[in-house]
T-cell receptor, first 118, second 112 residues
Framework: EAGVAQSPRYKIIEKRQSVAFWCNPI?????LYWYQQILGQGPKLLIQ????????DSQLPKDRFSAERLKGVDSTLKIQPAKLEDSAVYLC????????????????FGQGTRLTVV | QQQVKQSPQSLIVQKGGISIINCAYE??????FPWYQQFPGKGPALLIA?????SEKKEGRFTISFNKSAKQFSLHIMDSQPGDSATYFC???????????FGTGTRLKVLA
């Protein structure tokens, strides 16, 4: 089974520039998450999709961050304009979540995109 | 109330020793508690998970102990090996939202 694919792996941009990250979840996974992981900290949820609808985006800085999951499969996360404090690893994860109480609750993570804003 | 507090921040253990990492939560609506292992340059990977209807779960050298009344849970790594050197995150989720809240992480180093 293919894992969660993310691209690019690394990105360096100047502040005030824009950047986009792409995620392809595991086939058949209804739930998709974007997490921000700042160095030395735990992942922080930015947005959660269930199919192509947003379940939770309460911690997404909506003035500069946007995300979409067209057709309920792939997803993109965009930052515009970027700030120095956006330097972090952006992790995408997916899970089945159709049958709570079984193995389907596991969230599978991609390798992440390391963003450096200079 | 959505926080999950994790300690210690870092841990050094001799090979063959026991590694213990602790987590505490506030929100009683959480009903799923996974532990994730993360190696440098990789995404977190599920190690072991527990639900509040049991007080302990063991998988190989890894054991979760869960104390519902204290709202605490811990990971025990028995016979720790250098290959266990990684960052460990506890997390909590609610079955209604599937929203995972992560702890701040523990960097474990096992000395050969």
């Amino acid at each position: 089974e293919a894992g969660v694919a993310q691209s690019p792996r690394y990105k360096i941009i100047e502040k005030r520039q824009s950047v986009a990250f792409w995620c392809n979840p595991i086939s058949g996974h209804a739930t998709l998450y974007w997490y921000q992981q700042i160095l030395g900290q735990g992942p922080k949820l930015l947005i959660q999709f269930q199919n192509n609808g947003v379940v939770d985006d309460s911690q997404l800085p909506k003035d500069r961050f946007s995300a979409e999951r067209l057709k309920g499969v792939d997803s993109t996360l965009k930052i515009q304009p970027a700030k120095l404090e956006d330097s972090a690893v952006y992790l995408c994860a997916s899970s089945v979540n159709q049958l709570w109480g079984g193995l389907n609750t596991e969230a599978f993570f991609g390798q992440g995109t390391r963003l450096t804003v200079v | 109330q959505q926080q999950v507090k994790q300690s210690p921040q870092s841990l050094i253990v001799q090979k063959g020793g026991i590694s213990i990492i602790n987590c505490a939560y506030e929100n009683t609506a959480f009903d799923y508690f996974p532990w994730y292992q993360q190696f440098p340059g990789k995404g977190p990977a599920l190690l072991i998970a527990i639900r509040p209807d049991v007080s302990e779960k063991k998988e190989g050298r890894f054991t979760i102990s869960f104390n519902k009344s204290a709202k605490q849970f811990s990971l025990h790594i028995m016979d720790s090996q250098p290959g266990d050197s990684a960052t460990y995150f506890c997390a909590a989720a609610n079955s209604g939202t599937y929203k995972y809240i992560f702890g701040t992480g523990t960097r474990l180093k096992v000395l050969a």
